[in-house]
């Protein structure tokens, strides 16, 4: 069965420091890679997609995320956080498959960024 | 260009009732999808729609229904309403299936 196990829950880190959120997942077919970042009580905002080409993806507000297809992972970084990038980090895949209409995101448990001063 | 509409933003319902809530998608987008959120499910895919026809469906109960409008508009049903059934219902609107716009949600509480 496909899954997307985010591997910190909570990663607490100070201000201007870097910081790396970790996601793995599991497929036997190929996939999209997101990162969404939710803020309290707000829907999901799009950080960046892996869908295909140069696995190192940039994104919004300075993230970036590297897709390792050997590893099955794609780990978010930020090599200096604010105070205003805490929030919950969400991890998903799309499945591509050739049939039918399999149009779904699976989404890991999320890992709460806590940027301190 | 205007982002996903969700309506309500929040609803207080009690048990055994039903509830609709809306979701209207950025213009040009066909395809509507619906999940709901709980602090320990995580996010979950309810149903997907495509030009009013539902293409795929979560592992949810049959309370849980949708349709969708010629127009693109989805609405969410959900009847006899649990406790359980308190969540943040996330709508997300793509026109090609490598992009996915999420609307603020409506957060339904079931007293």
């Known amino acids: 069965a496909q899954s997307v196990t985010q591997l910190d829950s909570q990663v607490p880190v100070f201000e201007e420091a870097p910081v790396e959120l970790r996601c793995n997942y599991s497929s036997s077919v190929s996939v999209y890679l997101f990162w969404y970042v939710q803020y309290p009580n707000q829907g999901l905002q799009l950080l960046l997609k892996y869908l295909s080409g140069s696995t190192l993806v940039k994104g919004i507000n300075g993230f970036e995320a590297e897709f390792n297809k050997s590893q099955t992972s794609f780990h978010l970084r930020k090599p200096s956080v604010n105070i205003s990038d805490t929030a919950e980090y969400l991890c998903a895949v799309r499945l591509l498959l050739f049939s039918g209409g399999y149009n779904k995101l699976i989404f890991g448990a999320g890992t709460r960024l806590a940027v301190h001063p | 260009k205007a982002g996903v509409t969700q309506t309500p933003r929040y609803l207080i319902k009690t048990r055994g009732q039903q509830v609709t809530l809306s979701c209207s998608p950025i213009?040009?987008?066909?395809?509507v999808s619906w999940y709901q959120q709980t602090p320990g499910q995580g996010l979950q895919f309810l149903f997907e729609?495509?030009?009013?026809?539902?293409?795929n469906k979560g592992n949810f109960p049959g309370r849980f229904s949708g349709r969708q409008f010629s127009n693109s508009r989805s609405e969410m049903n959900v009847s006899t309403l649990e406790l359980g059934d308190s969540a943040l219902y996330l709508c997300?609107?793509?026109?090609?299936?490598?992009?996915?716009?999420f609307g603020s949600g409506t957060r339904l509480t079931v007293v």
């Open positions: 997300a609107s793509s026109w090609n299936r490598d992009g996915y716009t």
């Open positions: 729609y495509f030009s009013e026809t539902q293409r």
């Open positions: 213009s040009g987008h066909r395809s």
